[in-house]
């Protein structure tokens, strides 16, 4: 279970960035996020979200749903980092595990894009 | 086994809080009352040289947290050339061991060992303890100085269940393998700072299970599995590898000690192994004064002259941070060395710097000479104008992963050295002079 | 130190070049809650500067369902009298977290500048090379320049520079809802733009408090008559323009919301390329983001089709002309075709008289999708005022009963820490409608 998000629906209100940064953060800020609105290629009405989690990203653009691995080592980019630390800028989702009524991001999402399977 | 007799009596008495059967959870009381009990506040220097992480972040963000906050900054030059002078203790946390090994050198080796030897304390987790472990691979074996073995080294390497490129790295003839990662819980040793104490949890990335011999004392073993624990490899073979071997161990060396851990108690997202990692440390610092305080500054900017450095320093950070985290979003990746990293890097050493503007700006007066405050300035500027730049050549080059490595290199090294200019000064600026209030 | 605010303001003099830092004081925040209130304070204080205030909401940018609006406060060109513009979309959010709760930039630069505001910092910087640029290229150069694709802009295009008094504000590439002329206030002081970025954190005053709230309430708003529906198509469907969505749908692309409103209010049409294939589109600017109704709806009454005005919009946003002012010019003079209505963008006309009171007219003047139990020009004003005090967007306030006076005294009680007495909200709220 984790995380699902149609993208389809999504409006990108960001609604579920800063609910995810109130999170980490106990007070409202974007920084620490791990499920963002992608919004930079406005002038094309390109939007989508990217979440954070512990291996993958999963990435919801127009076209439909990516799921990538995190830190792969693709091709010849680099050899094996078995001390890689994480960096704690974005820490993973973790379903905002001590929340009773589940992820917030989800609760938070006024045309419910965000969903878990 | 159980562990020696400590062949050292303790170097002062024990704060009474930490012989408590029921350790406090919260980490400022008991930590504020060993600090109490010190004569005198130590002096820690923190190792961000070549072959470190930029784990050395959590333990700057962790000591100040609990009131270390005299605190300085080293490379392998620093402590090469006489740095470790006048320090209670250095403190080495992750990275790639045999890069640290190399970058430090014969020179550092012997500085370290002269630094422990005349009662210094070393402080080493994850690359930082394997550093000091015996070995025979160069350069690892220059830092011979504790007696105890690897016990996550395999001849022939295990399948990964995932997470492969993370599982294991070569040594020698054999690999360092790593059954799991994330928090694992660890139990204090009969005998030792911790002892009566419970059971508590730290994150192991890539850090040794160790097996000690006389006269070392296991601080802590790997205790059992944590639900946030992640296996790499089955769970038998994690349990074989890792449980009752030791996670923390303390190792004299003539009149000193170190303290190496597999896990990264510095970290700073687990606060009751922060607070233990103090309290071992406050256990073995040397005694008396420091064989030479560290000379006061030579002059103070104060006045209009702080608040336009900090103004300056806010501006510089700010719009660096914000070329930052908009390169996150950008897919590139550079191989530096034998890492690759990613733009995120960038943003973890600003924001170490950012989270300390704030102090800065409330300063009455800073340690800094006038020609030194233009030249943070002006290093801080041209690492806006670096990463816009990078951006740039992003944007325009075919090939960004490789055509802008050079850049990237440059500007990760650059960065890192502002982000410890900027510390420097944060730190340096504690006490009645600069005004920079310690955190309750 | 107030929470959801950064205890700062700008005071930017252009005549001297210099930024002044001064406290958000808590008599300001006592008597005028926040948003176009404070701002109006603010206008009162630095008068003699011909001020324009830049501000947000009390709630702006929270996890309150709404909470984008962001505005801009100043002298209009076309009214002679003290204006409200919302910025709405993702720039409302940016000043809020900019490091300043207001920004007044008063005086004239002697040279063209831009001002860029990030954390807590604010520069002002030469603009000559973007001086004349389009508003899409501004924005794109500032972008460049300080290296980063989410800075937010309020830019006055050329029509701005020239004088219009159809000179926008407009926010990155699009319209805002400023029916002022404040684009061309904020040329007439040599400033061709406002880029923003802010990075910080707001604290709360009760945490959990006041996300509780946000959530409950949020239930309850999704049973509104709005929910399911988005984008301009609906909007103008839910407000009687029944032919509307028929005239525009070839063209609709998808629908997107301003910050952390619920009702997508904005429309992306495509003028090149399939508006129902959905996936990135091969032109690099394939059509406009229709952020106003009245505009395409003023246009497709002078009986214009949609191509063709979306078209002339487009051509607006670049301009930075108000292309709903534009539209009422048209129909003022009966001009009933497209080349007529481009006739008029180089002609630095305005309609006859400017829009009625303070507050901009890009809101429906009734309720949308929703029974308020009342309406007319005075239940409007008011619903304006609290939308401008609280930082609510202005349409999605004409959809949403559940978010009350009440409800807001509470929000701002557990989120702000600021308790406001039922006078003092109705002092505030008629010393602004009217």
């Known amino acids: 279970m984790g995380i699902k998000i149609d993208p389809g629906k999504c409006t990108a209100c960001m609604a579920c960035e800063l609910a995810c940064g109130y999170h980490r953060d106990d007070a409202f800020a974007l920084l620490s996020a791990c499920i963002i609105a992608y919004r930079a290629r406005e002038l094309k009405d390109y939007f989508g979200v990217v979440l954070k989690e512990e291996d993958t990203l999963v990435i919801a653009r127009p076209e439909g749903l990516e799921v990538k691995r995190i830190g792969a080592v693709e091709e010849d980019q680099g050899e094996a980092d078995a001390s890689a630390k994480p960096m704690l800028l974005r820490e993973p989702c973790d379903l905002c595990a001590d929340r009773e009524g589940g992820p917030l991001c989800q609760t938070v999402c006024p045309v419910d894009a965000i969903y878990q399977g | 086994m159980l562990p020696s007799p400590d062949p050292r009596p303790p170097a002062r008495p024990r704060p009474a809080s930490g012989s408590s059967p029921s350790p406090p959870t919260q980490a400022g009381p008991v930590v504020g009352s060993a600090l109490a009990a010190l004569p005198r506040r130590p002096r820690l220097g923190i190792y961000c040289g070549g072959g470190a992480s930029h784990s050395w972040l959590w333990m700057v963000d962790s000591f100040e947290r609990l009131g270390l906050d005299d605190l300085c900054f080293l490379d392998e030059k620093g402590v090469a050339s006489g740095g470790l002078a006048g320090l209670d203790a250095l403190a080495v946390s992750g990275g790639d061991a045999f890069a640290l090994a190399g970058a430090l050198g014969p020179e550092g080796a012997e500085a370290i060992e002269s630094f422990v030897r005349s009662g210094g304390l070393y402080l080493g987790s994850c690359a930082g303890a394997y550093l000091c472990l015996r070995s025979s691979k160069a350069p690892l074996n220059l830092f011979n100085f504790v007696q105890a073995r690897i016990s996550n080294l395999a001849r022939e390497l295990p399948q990964p269940l995932m997470l492969a490129e993370k599982f294991s790295t070569p040594y020698g003839c054999a690999h360092v393998f790593h059954p799991v990662r994330e928090a694992v819980w660890l139990a204090p040793a009969e005998e030792g700072p911790w002892s009566g104490g419970g059971r508590f949890a730290a994150p192991l990335y890539g850090g040794p299970a160790m097996l000690p011999d006389d006269p070392c004392l296991a601080m802590a073993t790997y205790a059992d599995f944590h639900p946030r624990t992640r296996f790499l490899a089955p769970r038998e073979l994690a349990e074989a590898t890792l449980l009752g071997r030791a996670a923390a161990l303390r190792a004299p060396l003539g009149a000193g000690w170190l303290h190496l851990y597999g896990p990264h108690l510095e970290h700073p997202g687990f606060a009751e192994a922060n607070r233990l990692m103090a309290e071992a440390l406050t256990h073995d610092l040397p005694d008396g004064p420091p064989a030479s305080p560290p000379a006061s500054p030579p002059s103070w900017l104060a006045g209009e002259a702080v608040r336009g450095l900090a103004r300056q320093l806010r501006r510089e950070v700010s719009n660096s941070r914000i070329v930052a985290a908009g390169l996150e979003d950008h897919p590139v990746r550079w191989r530096i060395g034998a890492k690759v990293y990613e733009p995120a890097k960038f943003r973890v050493f600003l924001e170490a710097a950012w989270r300390r503007v704030p102090a800065l700006e409330r300063a009455s007066a800073l340690p800094l000479a006038p020609e030194e405050s233009l030249a943070l300035g002006e290093g801080w500027q041209e690492i806006t104008a670096g990463l816009r730049g990078l951006r740039r050549a992003l944007e325009d080059s075919p090939d960004p992963g490789r055509d802008t490595t050079g850049q990237a290199n440059r500007l990760f090294d650059q960065i890192k050295r502002a982000c410890v200019g900027l510390l420097t000064l944060h730190f340096a600026a504690r006490g009645p002079r600069g005004g920079i209030s310690r955190p309750h | ?434």
């Open chain 3, 1 to 434: 130190m107030p929470y959801l605010a950064s205890d700062k303001i700008a005071v930017i003099d252009l005549a001297t070049g210099s930024v002044e830092e001064l406290p958000l004081s808590e008599e300001l925040l006592n008597s005028r809650i926040g948003g176009a209130a404070v701002a109006q304070a603010l206008y009162a204080e630095h008068e003699e500067g011909d001020p324009l205030v830049l501000g947000a909401g009390l709630l702006t940018g929270t996890l309150l369902s709404g909470s984008s609006l962001g505005l801009i406060s100043g002298k209009s060109p076309r009214t002679g009298a003290l204006a409200h513009a919302p910025l709405t979309l993702y720039a409302g959010l940016e000043i809020k977290y900019s490091g300043f709760d207001y920004i007044v930039i008063k005086g004239r630069s002697a040279e063209p500048v831009y001002l860029w505001v990030h954390d807590g910092i604010a520069d002002i910087e030469p603009a000559a090379e973007i001086w004349n640029a389009d508003v899409w290229t501004a924005t794109q150069e500032v972008r460049k320049a300080m290296g980063d694709e989410l800075i937010q802009t309020l830019v006055a295009g050329p029509a701005a520079v020239a004088g219009s008094p159809l000179g926008q504000v407009m926010i990155n590439f699009w319209a805002s809802g400023d029916r002022f002329g404040l684009g061309s206030a904020l040329a007439a002081k040599n400033v061709k733009l406002v880029a923003l970025r802010g990075m910080g954190l707001i604290e709360i005053n009760d945490p959990e408090a006041y996300v509780a709230a946000c959530v409950g309430l949020l239930g309850e708003l999704k049973s509104g008559g709005w929910a399911g529906k988005k984008g301009l198509m609906d909007l103008a469907a839910g407000l009687g323009e029944a032919d509307f969505a028929a005239w525009l749908a070839p063209l609709a692309h998808r629908h997107r919301a301003g910050f952390n409103t619920p009702f997508a209010a904005n429309t992306f049409v495509f003028l090149e390329g399939d508006p129902k294939e959905l996936k990135e589109p091969a032109a690099p600017e394939p059509g406009v983001l229709l952020t106003d109704l009245d505009a395409p709806l003023s246009l497709m009454k002078l009986g214009l089709d949609a191509k063709e005005a979306c078209a002339i919009i487009r051509d607006c946003a670049k301009a930075g002309l108000d292309a709903a002012g534009l539209a009422e010019l048209a129909a003022a003079g009966g001009v009933k075709d497209a080349a007529g209505v481009r006739g008029l963008m180089s002609a630095g006309d305005a309609p006859a008289s400017g829009p009625a009171g303070p507050f901009s007219p890009c809101a429906p003047d009734k309720a949308a999708f929703a029974d308020f139990g009342q309406g007319g020009p005075e239940w409007w004003r008011r619903r304006m005022a609290l939308a401008y005090v609280f930082g609510l967007d202005p349409v999605f306030a004409l959809m949403s009963p559940q978010i009350d006076e009440a409800k807001l005294i509470e929000l701002a009680e557990v989120g702000a820490g600021l308790s406001i007495a039922p006078a003092t909200l109705e002092q505030v709220l008629s010393g602004l409608a009217g």
